[in-house]
């Protein structure tokens, strides 16, 4: 039975990619930021890292994205059934597959280990992204300006 909460509720994406330390952070920041809360975004890795690539972190902190509390997460069955849509970043076949959810997947460099510049290259791409995700989830956002033109 649906309620009038189950239709009103904020779609819910899960960015997915191997360590959860780079583009899937990106990817999720990004969404939060631009959103104002009319979309929920995780992300999750297959084989999660110790930590967020530090390169991504002291770029989009340079940006003015916090990432002081994001930690590499395991994608589980259940965080993709939750979700409306999973967007890959390179995790593969290994991305649990859920009938019913939506599935995209986003050919992205990987910024680990990379100069700041090829970060904000890759964050540059990501940010065209989920814009152009953000106004089809949502017609009707109006989106801020861009965190890159803000530089």
């Known amino acids: 039975m ?9 779609p819910q994406v899960v960015f997915a990619c191997v ?17 104002g809360g009319r979309v929920v975004a995780l992300s999750a890795g297959t084989q999660p890292g110790d930590h967020i690539h530090r390169e991504v972190a002291e770029v989009l902190d340079k940006l003015g994205l916090d990432t002081s509390n994001e930690k590499p997460k395991v994608l589980t069955r259940e965080t993709v059934a939750a979700s409306a849509m999973a967007i890959t970043l390179g995790c593969g076949e290994e991305c649990p597959y859920v009938p019913g959810v939506r599935y995209v997947d986003w050919p992205v460099a990987d910024p680990g280990g ?6 904000l290259e890759i964050i540059a791409d990501l940010d065209s ?16 300006p861009s965190v890159l033109d803000e530089r």
């Open 2 to 10: 649906s309620t009038v909460a189950d239709t009103t509720s904020p």
């Open 19 to 35: 360590r959860n330390g780079g583009r899937s952070v990106i990817s999720r920041v990004l969404t939060e930021h631009y959103a």
């Open 114 to 119: 990379q100069d700041e510049e090829t970060v």
């Open 129 to 144: 992204r989920v814009r152009g995700l953000l106004v089809e989830l949502v017609p009707d956002i109006e989106l801020p």
